[in-house]
């Protein structure tokens, strides 16, 4: 599998299976992803946009290799390295390839708990009022 197909395939799935998982833990009463307001210095996000999502990093740490065979027209095709062992028989190929270890991290805002996202807007409104209320000269309405 090449890399890009590796990044993109688990980068789905994670938001599929958050995605999925929403649906039955708020039949429960939970939350999965809820809309996060407010909160400094949490270390499960290092961010949030507006409209609350948390953003994540998703840490890779992938070993991939650049087979010769693969280096065709001047473009090496990167992809993952796969050890299996299917029974010891030998390879007969000329081909030879190196393993790398790569890592490096992507910034991902998962799909956030549509109850808690309404609750946020909902929260934000009111503080905006609140705020503007406070602020408004007196006689100025």
């Not at 999965?32 to 499960?44: E, F």
């Not at 473009?75 to 081909?95: E, M, Y």
């Not at 190196?98 to 708990?113: D, E």
């Amino acid at each position: 599998m090449e890399l890009k197909d590796f990044v993109k395939d688990t980068l789905i799935q994670i938001c599929q299976g958050v995605n999925e998982a929403q649906g039955e833990v708020n039949s429960i009463g939970g939350y999965v992803n809820p809309a996060i307001y407010g909160v400094n210095g949490n270390p499960s996000h290092f961010s949030t946009l507006s409209q609350g999502e948390g953003v994540f990093m998703v840490d890779f740490d992938v070993a991939v290799t650049v087979s010769e065979a693969e280096k065709q027209n001047g473009q090496a095709k990167i992809s993952v390295a796969t050890f299996l062992n299917a029974g010891g028989g030998i390879d007969n190929s000329t081909s030879q390839s190196s393993v790398t270890k790569i890592a490096f991290k992507v910034p991902l805002s998962l799909p956030v708990c549509p109850s808690s996202k309404e609750r946020y807007k909902q929260e934000r409104r009111a503080e905006e009022e609140q705020y503007q209320n406070l602020y408004v000269p007196s006689g100025v309405g």
